[in-house]
């Protein structure tokens, strides 16, 4: 079992930089990928970034590579998303997901994801 808690979102101005924090529990969270989805109103929930938690691994998707950067602190058992150059378009409900894997492989599909977050807004205005 795997809690996640999401903090770090609100209100930014196009061209303004954000932090989201996902602060995870539970145990075996090494062999957990940890992924960052949002959702924007009347859209489907779409896939942002991916790290795994043992060797920091990192997948993005391409309407944020550049502008975001995914870690990963163990000693906080903490997951970030850094996002820099905010556009409007980024304005969604950010969450924060787990799977757990034998692997590390990119996994952009929500439904194969166990354990969600609450979410946190962005709003990105122009």
Same mark, same amino acid.
């Given at each position: 079992?795997?809690?996640?808690?999401?903090?770090?979102?609100?209100? $930014?101005?196009?061209?303004?930089?954000?932090?989201?924090?996902?602060? $995870?529990?539970?145990? &075996?969270?090494?062999?957990?990928?940890?992924?960052? &989805?949002?959702?924007?109103?009347?859209?489907?929930?779409?896939?942002?970034?991916?790290?795994?938690?043992?060797?920091?691994? /990192?997948?993005?998707?391409?309407?944020?590579?550049?502008? &975001?950067?995914?870690?990963?602190?163990?000693?906080?058992?903490?997951?970030?998303?850094?996002?820099?150059?905010?556009?409007?378009?980024?304005?969604?409900?950010?969450?924060?997901?787990?799977?757990?894997?034998?692997?590390?492989?990119?996994?952009? /599909?929500?439904? /194969?994801?166990?354990?969600?977050?609450?979410? /946190?807004?962005?709003?990105?205005?122009?």
């Amino acid at each position: 079992q795997v809690q996640l808690v999401e903090s770090g979102g609100g209100l $930014a101005q196009a061209g303004d930089s954000l932090r989201l924090s996902c602060a $995870a529990s539970g145990r &075996f969270l090494s062999r957990y990928n940890m992924a960052w &989805f949002r959702q924007a109103p009347g859209k489907e929930r779409e896939f942002v970034s991916q790290i795994a938690w043992s060797d920091g691994r /990192t997948y993005y998707a391409d309407s944020v590579k550049g502008r &975001f950067t995914v870690s990963r602190d163990n000693t906080l058992n903490t997951v970030y998303l850094q996002m820099n150059s905010l556009k409007p378009e980024d304005t969604a409900v950010y969450y924060c997901a787990a799977r757990r894997d034998s692997m590390i492989v990119l996994a952009p /599909t929500p439904g /194969t994801y166990n354990y969600w977050g609450q979410g /946190t807004q962005v709003t990105v205005s122009h």
